[in-house]
């Protein structure tokens, strides 16, 4: 019994020391070496670097896109995980299907989809620009592909709590007379608020580190259409490696804030 105890034990060291190792290769000496980059010619060079004009347009636009996104994916979420865990109708199963597409989609086809739908060679081109409206290599464009890439998150993690809560709660509200709204604020509201946050801030993060889709639609025009991702790569390519870097610390300090509320919310929903 002790062997098997001791032999239990080694086990687990093992484990465990392999986790923290890759824990340390793939994301901790990562993230130092992003940072010992960013600050190698000084805290004055990081700053000037973020403060250019084309890198604050970049982060602009990307707070822009975001801010846009979110709110529209989060209503939808709701009003999707609502009705796939509340109802029974005919086309939930394709419903379900639909808001897990981006997971299966590479972002890059999603962007070329979106250029083959509103770019010149469509039929809806002509008609675009003749009310002077242009979604490709535009703003429009850009928030078009991270709605895309961002919408399963919020739906994704309301479903499986909403359906573990079930009905009754509602029915019963329903049955005292409250309607649709007092039943979705004062019930089903207070039971998933810590899930929806959750999936709001995993929404936010991958609508601000968005790439692939948002490069093919973008254009790559610097101080119009480049996201923070869009303008590390641009400036990596043209050798700044040290703004390069700058520029990603500042995409790494919001993916850490959202990362801290992020364990924030796991820890109440653990609750």
Known sequence: MQSLL???????RL?????????VILLLLPLLVVISQGLTKGLDFFLASIGEEDTLAALKLTLLAAAIAVPLNTIFGIAAAWAVTKYQFRGRQFLLTLIDLPFSIS?????????????????????????DFQI????????LATLFVSVPFVARELIPIMEAQGTTEEEAAAVLGANGWQIFYHVTLPNIKWALLHGVVLCTARALGEFGAVSVVSGHIRGLTNTLPLQIEILYNEYNIVVAFSVAMLLLGLSLILLFIRQWTEAKLAR
């Not at 001791?6 to 687990?12: A, G, N, P």
Request: glycine share 8%; aromatic share 12%.
């Open 6 to 12: 001791k032999k239990r034990s080694l086990v687990e």
């Open 136 to 143: 490709v290599y535009a703003i429009p464009g850009i928030i």
């Open 15 to 23: 484990l465990i020391g392999l986790a923290i190792l890759l824990f």
């Open 107 to 131: 972002p890059v086809v999603a962007g070329l989809i979106y250029v083959l739908l509103f770019g010149a060679q469509s039929w809806l081109y002509p008609h675009l620009q003749a009310v």
